[in-house]
């Protein structure tokens, strides 16, 4: 081929990389989880500020869930539903901005990718949004990043909602239609002479070409930018086949319930982290609304994997805490948290307490809804893989035994109802190979779990799984 620049262009247009050619076949179809055969697997992550106060939320003995202490009681009634995982740490030291530095290794362990992209590669494209990350987050704490850079989250309700639903109605799939679909009816691979083969595939001689006459770093710029281009090709081809989903379900579409937004001129309330802050009132109704948020983005199958950011360390409690004077969550966090070899202040503890089992409660209220939601043959609750959790230890900073909460059974592939203990000091990162491993993500390594100077169990976490 002649390598002018209008030859390039006019090939780049329509080549593929050879890596991905010889590893992909040209299939114009969902991925399986895309796929109409039932509804898919989804995952969350819900997390709060402050840690936890250890001794008011880890059960004494590890195995089966009996009662649940203080701070998870409002779970009692889902405790079914249940896996607490106990032990499970982060490595290295906390230095400068001790916010800053928890919340970048909180979902990422040290890597460039977080756990929830690292889902929403797996996972997202079979959805309209590949993932959701919405809540409460500033300069010091953010918890998504994808190739180093931070995803941004929102905590505008009405943004949120337009950017789930611009342009169609948030109807529920009939998952049980779905997986009575003939075979006929699903989408096949494309035929040599279809018009819809991928443009790409059709020039396999001219990309085969092209790579051999261009230098290493021209083949790797073009490899990225042909990637690119199939990665599209293939995201067409699942929105594709979700149209045509939507399209067998439209006799007995569903239209999802919406929750009641604050009206426009209450925007400042919501959109203000210190107006929501500031009153523990506001900040629950606004944890609702998030939360509905993300039983709706699942319900309707908007998206596959939610991150939802719904604490914040400097939140004022008043008539939430009730022991002491002090109502400042960040204040409470540090007297009750206090550096080794010193006592901490027991009335400040209790003022953790009190604050971690309100985020409790309006968790469980999500997780109940969930539970309560029908899904063919299963419930939302029985199709989800939710983690709760904070993105530190404790308030003082720590980065030992976090506050780790499994809630539901993954589709059968968790074992619930148990306490898992395992030595602290686990990586955190064990836990995010599993959690992928769910997902179909099958990946060898995640973060520091293969590099951990207290790597444990090859990176894994043995009987978390259902045999």
């Known amino acids: ?29 969902a991925q399986r989880q895309g796929e109409a055969s039932g509804p898919p697997l989804r995952m969350a992550i819900y997390t709060v500020a402050g840690g936890t106060v250890i001794e008011a939320w880890k059960p004494e003995r590890a195995g089966r869930l009996d009662q649940l202490p203080s701070i998870l009681e409002s779970l009692e009634p889902l405790k079914d539903h249940l896996t607490l995982v106990s032990g499970l740490s982060h490595g290295g030291q906390v230095t400068g901005c001790a916010h800053t530095t928890c919340s970048r290794l909180h979902l990422s362990c040290g890597g460039n990718i977080s756990v929830d992209q690292a889902a929403a590669q797996a996972v997202g494209a079979g959805s309209v949004l590949p993932s959701l990350e919405i809540g409460i987050t500033n300069h010091q704490t953010r918890f998504s990043y994808r190739n180093g850079t931070p995803v941004p989250f929102e905590m505008n309700p009405h943004i949120i909602f337009d950017r789930m639903f611009r342009g169609r109605p948030p109807l529920v799939p009939n998952w049980n239609a779905r997986r009575r679909a003939p075979a006929s009816t699903e989408p096949e691979p494309a035929k040599s002479d279809s018009v819809e083969q991928s443009v790409l595939d059709a020039v396999l001689d001219q990309a085969n070409s092209l790579r051999r006459d261009l ?122 948290n206090a550096p080794r070899g010193q006592r901490p202040n027991p009335v400040a503890r209790e003022g953790c307490r009190q604050i971690h089992a309100w985020y409790t409660r309006l968790f469980a209220e999500m997780i109940a809804k969930m539970q309560r939601l029908q899904e063919g043959d299963s419930t939302l609750l029985d199709n989800c893989l939710i983690l709760y959790t904070s993105y530190m230890a404790d308030g003082g900073h720590g980065i030992e035994d976090y506050p780790t909460l499994l809630v539901g059974r993954a589709q059968g592939r968790i074992r619930t109802g148990r306490h898992l203990a395992y030595p602290v000091g686990t990586p955190v990162a064990n836990l995010y190979v599993e959690m992928l491993d769910c997902l179909g993500a099958r990946v060898a390594s995640f973060g520091d779990s293969e590099t951990a100077a207290r790597r444990a169990y090859n990176g894994r976490l043995p009987d978390l799984r259902a045999s």
């Open 1 to 29: 081929m002649k390598l002018t620049r209008r030859a390039v262009l006019r090939s780049a247009g329509v080549a593929l990389a050879l890596p991905f050619l010889e590893s992909w076949r040209p299939f114009v179809v």
């Open 215 to 336: 230098g290493t770093s021209d083949q790797r710029r073009l490899d990225e930018y042909l990637h690119t281009v199939r990665s599209i090709e293939r995201r067409l081809a699942l929105v594709e086949a979700r149209r045509r989903a939507e399209v067998r379900d439209a006799a007995t579409a569903v239209r999802a319930a919406v929750p009641a937004f604050p009206p426009h001129s209450h925007f400042e309330n919501y959109t203000n982290p210190w107006m929501v802050w500031r009153n523990p009132e506001r900040h629950a109704e606004f944890i609702r609304i998030m939360s509905d948020l993300m039983v709706l983005a699942f319900q309707t199958d908007t998206t596959r994997v939610i991150t939802a950011a719904l604490g914040e360390d400097n939140a004022l409690f008043p008539g939430v805490v009730t022991a002491g004077g002090e109502l400042q969550a960040h204040a409470l966090e540090h007297n009750g």
